[in-house]
């Protein structure tokens, strides 16, 4: 009985962290893909406004993609690092490639 | 944690749709509603029960009313702490004016935006909005609600809570949640094609909910994903504004490029300047389109920096016959009339970016597109309803066993997100029609009223709702169910009377006079209210057929019968592959 409970209480934070996995870890890497579609194809010559309706068509079907991933990924650990670490380090290239346009 | 990729699909399925379906069922509602949102306006509001009209003349109607608009109230109340300092008594400097309107349309929604001097964010205006009579520049009475376009079209999408903008928030989950259920769902179920055609209405409560659940998921599968996913391209720019805030350098670099490009100014000049005839910009610009093969009406006409030298005018052309709302647009100096610009052919990304939004939105003149978008919205409604009845039957009679209120919770939720709505869009179209057209002083305007008893209707529907429920604790059905239904057909047919009593407008006159907006949502009221007798009427068989067969087997229990009818089901179902 009390192997169940604990059994269940485990079970229970697992599920809260593949939904943040998911939420917010999506989020994260949509927002970096966001952010380097937006200054990539603008270096790259694409008009700004293209660029940004290119970038979050992209990002939701991404964020599906990615959704689904997290919950059916055996364990955590990689989903975690590709996509606050994968949103983190394409936001940080956005600002890079911001920075070199403004400069 | 899930033993393999179908079971992770099918939790996901089951609880995001759960939590999120209750959102989604409003979504739907209220956006098939919002095909016809001007219709309902026709209907809210009986003044504006004419013809629509094309966008009127700037120099003789339009001018002097945005000459006459000040910001209105709730705009100064939010600038006030924005600003360093007292807000002035008059704005005199106007950023922008403007006005749109499509073939649908009879008044005319305008708006204003002025600078704000001392104001710590320059992106921040006061603004004022009104609705006209185009054909004599009158103002409409501002207390009056467009139900249709200002209050069920944007509960759609923002199910009208914008503190912090968190509806809009919610909203976009549950589209995401609705992209998720999709696939979740085609992977649940591989034998997609057969549940195409598969519907058992007499069989137990629980099978033939799964596949009318089924049924119309997989039908209107295209409908759902497209909608789901373009609602969230739409407001891309609210969940991700990542253009306003990370790469705003980026964007405010784009901008001013743009500006020495399309020679558009981005700021005003400080001098004054007179304005030149909009008329005969407007006439210059529908004479290029006809050149080009393409004459139309004007649906958008703007002018920006209004009184200055840099001040220009952009008119646009309806799309009324293509996808994109407005499109052509051709930019005049407004102290000259010179063009500075036409705009281009979109380019590629942007054609698909208006095709997205555009056939979400749908502007454009196509009646039975409008009518396949209503019952897609509403496929998309009886799905959901649906998950939420088999969710309930697959386990009521277990949590009856254990004593459990899980069921009976989501039993009552399910009746506020379905025929509770119902009530509470009924109830505001009766208030609508009953509340005096001139209310005594101190009461709350006209259109907030309507707005409060809306959700004290949905709130009064829940209460019932759930203090009706006890019955699916014990595993039967709620009477809620059928008492809703009754009253939500009671009410629709009160509000067709009601139309008729107060503005003599019966439907053998619509339908005769071919006035089809106000027509049309008479006629789909009563067809509601038919079909909720309908769903009335079986519900109580269904509630007497399990009440009769829980008599007859006493010692088995009504769930051992459920779960024979369903494995009957299957069985039947192996027997065919």
Redesign the interface.
């Known amino acids: 009985m009390q192997l169940a409970m604990t059994l269940k209480r485990v079970?229970r934070s697992?599920?809260l962290w593949?939904i943040a996995a998911a939420?917010l870890g999506g989020y994260a890497f949509?927002?970096g893909l966001?952010?380097l579609s937006?200054?990539g194809l603008?270096a790259l010559g694409?008009?700004?406004?293209?660029?940004?309706?290119?970038?979050?068509?992209l990002?939701?079907?991404a964020?599906?993609a990615v959704?689904?991933w997290a919950?059916?990924a055996a364990t955590l650990r990689p989903v975690w690092l590709v996509l606050a670490g994968g949103g983190a380090a394409l936001?940080a290239l956005?600002?890079l490639i911001?920075h070199f346009?403004?400069a | 944690m899930f033993k393999n990729f179908r079971l992770a699909m099918a939790w996901l399925h089951t609880w995001f749709g759960l939590v999120l379906g209750f959102v989604l069922m409003a979504v739907f509602f209220f956006g098939s509603l919002s095909v016809f949102d001007r219709e309902i306006d026709r209907w809210a509001i009986p003044a504006s029960r004419f013809e629509p009209q094309p966008m009127p003349s700037f120099d003789k109607v339009l001018r002097p009313v945005f000459e006459s608009m000040q910001p209105q109230q709730e705009s100064l109340d939010y600038l006030k702490p924005r600003v360093n300092g007292p807000l002035p008594e008059r704005f005199d400097t106007v950023r922008a004016w403007g006005a749109y309107t499509t073939h649908r349309d009879p008044v005319l929604g305008i708006y204003a935006n002025y600078e704000v001097p001392n104001v710590k964010d320059h992106d921040d205006v006061a603004y004022a909005t009104r609705t006209i009579d185009p054909r004599s520049g009158a103002s409409l009475p501002d207390d009056r609600l467009k139900i249709g376009s200002r209050f069920f079209y944007p509960l759609h999408y923002s199910l009208n809570f914008h503190w912090m903008d968190l509806g809009y928030w919610i909203v976009g989950m549950a589209a995401m949640v609705m992209l998720i259920a999709l696939v979740s769902g085609v992977v649940m179920h591989r034998k997609i094609f057969r549940e195409f055609f598969t519907f058992r209405p007499k069989k137990a409560t629980q099978r033939s909910a799964l596949d009318l659940h089924n049924m119309t998921g997989v039908l209107a599968l295209p409908f759902h994903f497209f909608f789901a996913f373009t609602g969230l391209v739409i407001f891309a720019g609210i969940y991700f504004p990542v253009t306003h805030t990370q790469l705003n350098p980026l964007h405010e670099l784009h901008e001013k490029l743009e500006a020495q490009e399309t020679g558009l100014p981005h700021d005003r000049a400080g001098v004054a300047a007179p304005l030149a005839s909009v008329d005969a910009m407007v006439a210059e610009a529908q004479r290029r389109w006809a050149a080009k093969g393409m004459a139309g009406e004007v649906g958008y006409l703007g002018l920006t920096h209004v009184g200055d030298s840099n001040g220009y005018v952009s008119v646009y052309r309806a799309g009324t016959d293509r996808i994109a709302l407005t499109g052509q647009g051709i930019h005049f100096k407004a102290s000259t009339g010179a063009v500075i610009r036409e705009e281009p052919a979109p380019t590629a990304v942007a054609r698909v970016g208006e095709f997205l939004t555009g056939l979400h939105l749908q502007h454009f003149r196509h009646w039975m597109l409008r009518w396949l978008y209503v019952f897609g919205g509403l496929m998309g409604c009886v799905c959901i309803a649906t998950g939420f009845i088999f969710f309930v039957e697959k386990r009521k009679k277990q949590h009856a066993k254990q004593g459990s209120q899980g069921s009976r919770a989501v039993d009552a939720l399910a009746v506020t997100t379905v025929t509770g709505m119902l009530i509470a869009a009924a109830g505001m179209l009766i208030a609508n029609r009953l509340l005096p057209d001139a209310l005594p002083s101190g009461w709350p305007p006209r259109g907030d009223l309507e707005q409060y008893l809306f959700w004290a209707g949905w709130a009064l529907a829940m209460l019932h709702a759930f203090a009706r429920g006890g019955v699916v604790a014990q595993g039967g059905i709620n009477p809620a169910w059928r008492e809703q239904c009754y009253a939500v057909a009671a009410m629709a047919v009160a509000a067709v009377g009601l139309n008729w009593a107060t503005t003599g407008d019966h439907l053998l006159k619509t339908v005769g006079e071919h006035y089809w907006p106000v027509a049309g949502v008479d006629l789909f009221l009563l067809a509601g209210a038919a079909l909720a007798v309908l769903a009335a009427r079986m519900v109580s068989a269904r509630a007497m057929r399990a009440a009769d067969a829980a008599a007859a087997s006493p010692l088995q229990g009504t769930a051992d019968i459920t779960d024979m009818a369903a494995s009957a089901a299957q069985k039947k179902e192996a027997a065919h592959a």
């Open positions: 079970a697992e599920v593949r939420v949509c927002w966001i952010a937006v200054a603008y694409l008009e700004f406004h293209d660029a940004e309706t290119l970038g979050s068509i990002a939701f079907l964020y599906l959704f689904l919950f059916c936001a956005a600002s911001q346009l403004l």
